[in-house]
T-cell receptor, first 113, second 112 residues
Framework: GAGVSQTPSNKVTEKGKYVELRCDPISGHTALYWYRQSLGQGPEFLIYFQGTGAADDSGLPNDRFFAVRPEGSVSTLKIQRTERGDSAVYLCASSLFGGSEQYFGPGTRLTVT | SQQGEEDPQALSIQEGENATMNCSYKTSINNLQWYRQNSGRGLVHLIL?????REKHSGRLRVTLDTSKKSSSLLITASRAADTASYFC????????????FGKGTTLSVSS
């Protein structure tokens, strides 16, 4: 594909609801990353996939956050029982292999009301 | 916690002037990268410099790395209004380089 795409671009949800954010990486990229960016801050690492497996999930803030990449391409970030503090831009990136240059998507702006 | 710290937090210059942004980090790294972000979305990779490199150029960009001081600088020469954006440095969070840790960024405003 032309680049990393993310859907939806914006998501507004009520506190306590469940949300799913989708990431389509660049075709052929084996590594996929999720980051979260709060207003006025730099992106914060959440999780890294190599192929289908989560190789590093040390950045996930708590067990309400979960991500999958079942076929080694598209990934979904899932947030249960959303809280207002989860409001942020969620960025996805992919790279040819783990540790190589990361290409970022446009992000999904999540607002929890 | 954030490893990189950019300085200054904000920078305003006129078109044609040069812009210099600095980044300091705390632990040893494999490489350091600079990214640009417009309107709070979509980071664009600018340049990667490895720990054994001291200087790297890409078009109007010049990056230096001083591992003894744990610092890097990004120089944009002959700035343009289109360079207005936030600039972030990013370093490896782990040895594999599979997670990046970003600073808070420098917001650059270039006026015509």
């Amino acid at each position: 594909g032309a680049g990393v795409s993310q859907t939806p671009s914006n998501k507004v949800t009520e506190k306590g609801k469940y949300v799913e954010l989708r990431c389509d990486p660049i075709s052929g990229h084996t590594a996929l990353y999720w980051y979260r960016q709060s207003l006025g801050q730099g992106p914060e690492f959440l999780i890294y996939f190599q192929g289908t497996g989560a190789a590093d999930d040390s950045g996930l803030p708590n067990d309400r956050f979960f991500a999958v990449r079942p076929e080694g391409s598209v990934s979904t970030l899932k947030i249960q029982r959303t809280e207002r503090g989860d409001s942020a831009v969620y960025l996805c990136a992919s790279s040819l292999f783990g540790g190589s240059e990361q290409y970022f998507g446009p992000g999904t702006r999540l607002t929890v009301t | 916690s954030q490893q990189g710290e950019e300085d200054p937090q904000a920078l305003s210059i006129q078109e044609g002037e040069n812009a210099t942004m600095n980044c300091s980090y705390k632990t040893s790294i494999n490489n350091l990268q600079w990214y640009r972000q417009n309107s709070g979305r979509g980071l664009v990779h600018l340049i990667l410099i490895r720990s054994n490199e001291r200087e790297k150029h890409s078009g109007r960009l010049r990056v230096t790395l001083d591992t003894s001081k744990k610092s890097s600088s990004l120089l944009i020469t002959a700035s343009r209004a289109a360079d207005t954006a936030s600039y972030f440095c990013a370093t490896d969070l782990n040895q594999a380089g599979t997670a990046l840790i970003f600073g808070k960024g420098t917001t650059l405003s270039v006026s015509s």
